[in-house]
Nanobody
Framework: QVQLVESGGGLVQAGGSLRLSCAAS????????MGWFRQAPGKEREFVAA????????YNADSVKGRFTISRDNAKNTVNLQMNSLKPEDTAVYYC????????????WGQGTQVTVSS
């Protein structure tokens, strides 16, 4: 079992920055692909970014590439999402998720952290 706890959300003005962190429990964190997703009110959950255990990174190019940066620290069991040049349309609940290698789906989810970007 893996527990994920997000932190770092809040209210920021457009153009500002936030850094989200996700702390994971469990001794096998290093083997998980870690992802960030978000869900805005009335919309479906959206993939934001992911990083594999060897550091391969993918982004939702249409919405965040060039503004968001995902990173992980396997020694600290954390994954981070640095968000710069924030826009009002980035407003959402952001979720951290973990995928067991070979699973094909995200197996564990955090409770989410609210990010609100004011115009």
């Amino acid at each position: 079992q893996v527990q994920l706890v997000e932190s770092g959300g809040g209210l920021v003005q457009a153009g500002g920055s936030l850094r989200l962190s996700c702390a994971a429990s469990g001794r096998t964190f290093v083997s998980y692909t870690m992802g960030w997703f978000r869900q805005a009110p009335g919309k479906e959950r959206e993939f934001v970014a992911a990083i594999t255990w060897i550091g391969r990174i993918t982004y939702n190019a249409d919405s965040v590439k060039g503004r968001f940066t995902i990173s992980r620290d396997n020694a600290k069991n954390t994954v981070n999402l640095q968000m710069n040049s924030l826009k009002p349309e980035d407003t959402a609940v952001y979720y951290c998720a973990a995928q067991v290698v070979g699973s094909g789906a995200y197996d564990y989810w955090g409770q989410g952290t609210q990010v609100t970007v004011s115009s």
